[in-house]
Each structure stands twice: as C-alpha cells, then as structure tokens.
C-alpha cells in the first residue's frame, strides 16, 4: 500500500466493523511483575508431560504419579481427589505426589488407596501414608523407581500450578507397555485439573490519568479439543467499582455462561452469553478482533484506558476468575462507594450488561427489549435524567430517542455523552425509582444527512427530480474541531457521469449554494449546503443515487460518508417529449365523443325499425313455423297490401 492508502485504513477497518489497531499504539503489553490484579485458573486435561501405559496391567497395584511444580508459592492449598471408574474400587491404587514446596488434602473413597508424597498433608485426607519416596533428581529416576518397585506404571502427570487435581483410576491394555512421557500430553481419559494462569500481561497510556480499567480473557482455539460452551465463575471484591469492563474473546459459535458474584461491571463478550443469576435469557455478543492488538484498541475504543490484565489461555470449559483491587481503582475518591448487593444491584448489573444505548453525533436512542427485563419484575415506565424524557413502550419494547443535547445529557466527556436511565418499579402502592448512570460513545465519523426543506428537520432518504434538496455534513472531533474540512461531495448515479456538489468548502455546478451551518460546540463541526438534481431532457430517471463526502484534516481525508438514497421523479418539463396532460385528455374526450355519437346512430336505426314489427298481428290459424318466418322477414311484411290493410 503506498503512502496516500495509508488514510484509508481506519476508514476500512470502520466498515468491517474492526477497531483500528492504531488506537493500541503507546500501550505496549508488558508481563505484570506486581502483585497482579486478577487470579485466573482455567480447568484442562492437557498436563506438560505425561504418559500411560498398561505395564500395571496383572500386578498388584495401578501405580498414578503426580509431579508438581510451582512458578511461585501457592497461597492456596492443593485438593487431590481419586475417583473410581464404573464398576467401584476393584483394584488396589498408589498415588505418588511430588510436592515439596506445598501444603494438599487427598480425598479418596477408595480404601485401599496408598499414598507416597514428600507434600504436607493436611488431617483431612482419607488414604493411607507411606513417607517413603526415593532420592530421584530425574524424571527417569522416579519412574524407573516405581518401575522397580511395583513392577509397571499406570499414568505418569506433569503439572505446573495446579489449584486441584481429579484423578480417574482405571487401567488400559490397549495402552503402551511402557510409560514414555511425552510433550503436551492429553490426559483425559484419567486426569482432570484445574491450573492457575501467570501469565498475566498489562499497560497504559503514558498520559492518561483514567482510572476505567479493563480486563482481557482471549481463549486460544484448540483443533483438538472442541468446546461449545465456557462456565466462567467471575467475583470482584467487596468496594468493587462500575468503571471495570471485562472482554471476552473466543470463537463466534461458543456459549459464555457467567456465575456473577458481587461484581458491578460491563461485559463484551464475543459469541453469545448469559448471567446467573441475574437471568437465563441468551443475549447475543459481538464480533471481536482475534488478535493481542485488536482486543487492546477495542478496550481503548470503548474509552477504558487501562489494560489492568491481559490473559490468553487454552480452551476450556471451566474459568475461575477473581478480580481483585487494582492500583489504578485504588485511587478512586473513596466515595461515592457502589451500595452493597441489594434488590436494587440487579437493574444496575443487567443494563450495564445489555448497554441499550447508541448515539450519532446529535442523537441517543435507547431500545430495550421487555424480555430482557424480566429478572426486574414490575417496570412501569423508564425516563432519563430529566424525567419529562420518557421512553415509549408497546408489547415489546421500551424505546426513547431525543436530541443529544436534551434531557439532562451531558458531553463533558471526551467523546461520550453521559446521562442514567431511571427505572421505576412498582412496589405495593408506591413506585420505586432506580438510577443507573451510563455513558453512551460519540463514534468519531462523518454523519450524512439528506432534508427536504432549509428546516433541516426531519432526514430522509427520498431525493425528488428538479427540487432543492438539502444536505448536512456534520462530526465530533474534541481535538482541533476547527481544522476539519469538508474535502468534497458527489452524487452518483447507474448509468450516469458523477455530479461534483461541493470541493474545498465551495459550490461546484448549477443549483448548488453553500449554507451557513449552526456554530461549533462540543467539538462538532458542521457543513450545509442546497442542490437541485436535474435531469436533461429526454432523460432516463434512474430509481437510486448515492451521495457521498469527504472530510479530514488539511490535506489528509480520513473519513468518508456514502448515502444510500431513491430518485423520485414528481414533476417534468412540460416540454419533455411524449404526451403531455393535454394531449392525453383531448384523445380521451375525442373517443368519447365517437363513442357516443356511434351508439346515438345505432339507436336511432334501431328505434325506427323494431317497433313496426311489434305492432303487426299474428293470425292465431297460422302454424308456429309461419309465426316465426314472419317475425324474421320485416322487410316483405311492411309491402304487402294486406299488411298496410291491417294496420288501417
């Protein structure tokens, strides 16, 4: 890409719904050396090193061993659990733990379960004790150790910062004869862990003085080991704070399932996701980037200057994860503190969940969908700040959308606009409010607006044939509102040469003027300007334009507008070619004229003919074929001597 593609990117990331990586830049991801700030462990069966074989297969014990290795001291005590297979406890077991450096509980229901650890016990393991371990300094020393001793080895498990351990007893004689550990090794079919994640990384922006952290969970897809659904167990501590938000990046077709436990924080979540116990109901996430880069410019995207944790770890069906309390949150003024978890915490949790705000660079609408309120019961009515401010609802939403500067909306900060959603619930005879404060992001983009009238009123997207129109350009930009330009505008058509409206702030082409737009505030920039889209004589209507503008920064375009908009052509030239209103209403009457003198005509012959026919008498003697030549020969009847007699 040369150097005039380069502007173009944030604007092609826009519309592929990515943030730009750009945003990350002086936020470099470092390890966290401190005392970190969450506690992340993640369920696996897939252990370091490890290996089976069926070389236990016809002695007299299965043999498990467990080395575990720690990257620093555990301040939680391990939990070992044998279980038996189907069947019960048929076969005599030994566990041998290497553990030196921590404190473990073994539990078994298994009686004649044998264990052999260098690990302090606690008084609540249920299994036999046999101290003695060998002098191994080697993995090969420790197995053929247990080789010797028990004549073959069941399974043999590497594990590094276990929080607790499940083994599965139960032999395989399909298996190896011999137990050769290998790299990575799946463990399933006997092993289960849960492993604490150290990995943790971190930054933040050299000049902030933010204190909105977020929290980063990236699960790492693994061909091997399919997963459709994430059991996330979240806690935060007891002062937790509403200005954390957590981000959780998976594949698009996986379930986040997430146990809330005191935590008031906003959650973006890729996929789809539900919270207990706050509600069963699935919402859906959103597409998230899948890179280190991309989760960190989302973060500052969503105004959270704080990358308090960063973690990427395998796939897993099980995470535990304890937010603790962050320096950047610890500076927090003491008060106002968050009230402790009440009736009134659910609204606040489920709306910062669901978010149901959006605003333009002069709008906020909220839409909120009743089902997703239905942990609330008995929502009466929802309003903003300024109570006046009243969302409507019908069966199955509640909808609000006003002017960006009304009903207590504040845009003091940079590019949000801030404001709460006052619930009001109806208990006993009495309503109930509750407030829950919010911020609604301000996207920093070029808005196109098409109006009808110089009101600049009502938008719409109906563009009329020879009739003013009338276009607003409008975008926040905090830094240097004043340096924005409206580079240029065109309007396209199918089959037709592009029409050059505006460049460089001027007019350009018949019927186009620059209007005087209202002034700047709040970093919002604003063009006007009218046209009239004519179309030569004789020419074809096309039923969709596109109007499309540029602006930017002097001699950089950095952002692009395109408006979709349908042709109506109300009114043509008088002398445009074919029939006019006149022609057609003069063919029209002149038809109608012959018509009424040809049936005039034909009424006449007719009226001057049937009747003499009518009047002439039947003899009663003549038979019927007689009767019926008469009536059919009018013409021989009428000169006849004998007629005319008669009639006389």
């Known amino acids: 890409m040369g150097p005039r593609a380069a502007p173009l990117l944030p604007l092609l990331l826009a519309l592929l719904g990515r943030p730009d990586p750009g945003r990350a830049e002086g936020c470099d991801l470092q390890p966290v050396t401190a005392e970190p700030p969450i506690t992340l462990s993640y369920a696996t069966s897939t252990v370091p090193r490890g290996c089976v074989s069926s070389g236990s297969v016809g002695t007299s014990h299965e043999v498990h061993i467990l080395s575990i290795e720690w990257s620093k001291a555990s301040a939680f005590p391990l939990k070992v659990s044998v279980t038996p297979r189907a069947g019960g406890c048929t076969r005599s077991a030994v566990l041998v733990l290497l553990c030196a450096r921590c404190s473990a509980t073994v539990t078994s229901p298994c009686p004649d379960l044998l264990i052999r650890t260098d690990a302090r016990l606690s008084p609540g393991t ?80 050299g000049d902030t003085q933010s204190t909105r952290a977020a929290h980063i969970v990236r699960l790492q897809p693994e061909p091997s080991f399919p997963i459709t659904e994430v059991n996330l167990s979240l806690s935060c501590p007891e002062r937790a704070m509403s200005n954390q938000i957590l981000i959780l990046q998976s594949q698009a077709n996986l ?46 995207e969503k105004n959270y200057s704080i990358i308090a944790s960063y973690s990427a770890i395998p796939a897993s069906t099980r995470i535990s994860l304890e937010i603790q309390e962050h320096e950047a949150v610890r500076r927090v003024p003491a008060t106002p503190t968050p009230p402790a978890p009440t009736a009134n915490s659910l609204p606040h949790v489920l ?13 906020m609408e909220i839409v909120i969908a009743r089902s997703h309120l239905e942990p609330i019961k008995d929502v009466v009515n929802i309003t903003l700040r300024d109570i006046s401010c009243q969302a409507e609802k019908n069966a199955t939403h509640f909808m609000l959308k006003t002017p960006l500067n009304h009903c207590g909306t504040s845009l003091e900060g940079k590019g949000h606009a801030n404001n709460e959603l006052i619930l009001n ?22 808005f196109l607006r098409l109006f009808p009238t110089a009101a600049f009123e009502v938008p719409q997207t109906e563009l009329e044939v020879n009739k003013e129109a009338f276009v607003q350009a409008s975008m926040r930009w905090e830094d240097h ?86 042709v109506k ?43 003499i026919t009518k009047l002439q008498p039947v003899s009663s003697t003549a038979p019927a074929s007689e009767s019926s030549s008469t009536n059919h020969s009018i013409g021989s009847t009428q000169s006849t001597p004998c007629s005319t007699s008669s009639m006389a």
């Not at 709306?351 to 709008?363: I, S």
């Open 351 to 363: 709306l910062l969940m669901l978010q149901p705000w959006k605003c333009t660079d002069e709008t």
């Open 425 to 446: 619930l109806a208990k006993g005879a009495a309503l109930q409010s509750v407030r829950v404060a919010f911020q609604c992001k301000i996207p920093r983009e070029l």
């Open 126 to 205: 249920t299994a036999a004790l046999d101290p003695e371990l060998p002098m191994a300094t080697s993995e090969g020393q420790l197995l053929a150790w247990a080789q010797d001793i028990y004549g073959g080895i069941t399974s043999y498990s590497e594990l590094r910062d276990p929080r607790w351990v499940q083994v599965r007893l139960g032999e395989d004689a399909s298996s190896p004869p011999e137990c050769i550990p290998q790299e990575r090794f799946d463990a399933m079919l006997h092993l289960e862990t849960e492993v604490f994640f150290h990995g943790v990384k971190g930054c933040s922006r």
């Open 255 to 300: 379930t986040w399932s997430l146990s809330v436990n005191n935590c008031h924080i906003q959650f973006l979540v890729s996929g789809s996701y539900k919270i207990a116990p706050i509600s069963s109901l699935l919402l859906p996430g959103e597409l998230l980037p899948d890179t280190e880069q991309g989760l960190v410019a989302k973060a500052f």
């Open 481 to 566: 509102p004043a340096d924005l330009q409206l580079k240029e505008c065109w309007l396209a058509a199918p089959g037709r040469e592009p029409v050059l409206l505006m460049q460089g702030g001027e007019a350009r082409g018949a019927g186009v003027a620059v209007l005087e737009g209202p002034p700047s505030s709040h970093g919002r920039k604003v063009w006007r300007f009218r046209f009239t889209y004519a179309i030569p004589e004789g020419g074809r209507v096309p039923f969709s334009a596109t109007l499309k503008c540029k602006a930017g920064l002097q001699n950089t375009t950095i952002f692009e507008k395109v408006l979709e908009v349908t």
């Open 569 to 611: 052509d109300s009114w043509r030239p008088p002398n445009n070619r074919g029939l006019g209103l006149a022609a057609v209403l003069g063919i029209t009457f002149g038809a109608f004229l012959i018509g009424a003198l040809l049936t005039a005509g034909l009424w006449y012959i007719y009226s001057h003919t049937r009747p």
